[in-house]
């Protein structure tokens, strides 16, 4: 829900001073991890992920996108 409304808050300052939000893309980048990455890319609003810790490991973060992307099982 807080990141949902962050979206949106960020989305509505953006139509405001820049006149539209269309053509800026919203990257996530809060601990994402592998037990929350599915969950956060489903966030209406959200057009990507930043994975930081989780991706010193070749193997953690592709599980990590394999899992965002289509829920796919460790």
Request: proline share 3%; charged share 20%.
């Amino acid at each position: 829900v807080r990141i949902r409304q962050s979206a949106e808050a960020i989305r509505g300052a953006l139509k405001t001073i820049v006149g539209t939000e269309d053509s800026v893309r919203l990257i996530y980048g809060g601990n994402v991890n592998l037990n929350n990455c599915r969950e956060i890319a489903s966030v209406n609003g959200i057009d990507g992920l930043f994975v930081g810790g989780a991706a010193t490991d070749p193997a953690g973060f592709i599980s990590v996108i394999g899992r965002a992307l289509n829920g796919a099982p460790d």
